[in-house]
């Protein structure tokens, strides 16, 4: 079964980095895209950044100039270098994969477990 493993997440203070990763395994067959979503407290979840297999990527408005989206298709893994953090920013990170488990069209969307950003002084 596929799984997507989130790491990178934590507490840092404005004007800060952090580096999410996400790495997907089990059963893959090949990957469609991949992005983040984020969920803050009493908002809805809003996708982020997110990069397709041929590594176009589309960023959210208020992220972009600061995060970056990029992907190891060997290792089927996607990161999120996040610069310039504002207080703003916190929220839950997900990540999440549209992909083919087996050489069938059909596609699937599965999601991590989500971590957590924090920007504070």
């Known amino acids: 079964q596929v799984q997507l493993v989130e790491s990178g997440g934590g507490l840092v203070q404005p004007g800060g980095s952090l580096r999410l990763s996400c790495a997907a395994s089990g059963g893959i067959f090949s990957i469609n895209a991949m992005a983040w979503y984020r969920q803050a407290p009493g908002k809805q979840r809003e996708l982020v950044a997110a990069?397709?297999?041929?590594?176009?990527?589309n960023y959210a408005d208020s992220v972009k100039g600061r995060f970056t989206i990029s992907r190891d298709n060997a290792k089927n893994t996607v990161y999120l270098q996040m610069n310039s953090l504002k207080p703003e920013d916190t929220a839950v990170y997900y990540c999440?994969?549209?992909?083919?488990?087996?050489?069938?069209?059909?596609?699937?969307?599965?999601w991590g477990q989500g971590t957590q950003v924090t920007v504070s002084s």
């Open positions: 999440n994969a549209v992909l083919r488990t087996t050489p069938r069209p059909t596609t699937y969307s599965y």
């Open positions: 990069i397709i297999s041929g590594g176009n990527t």
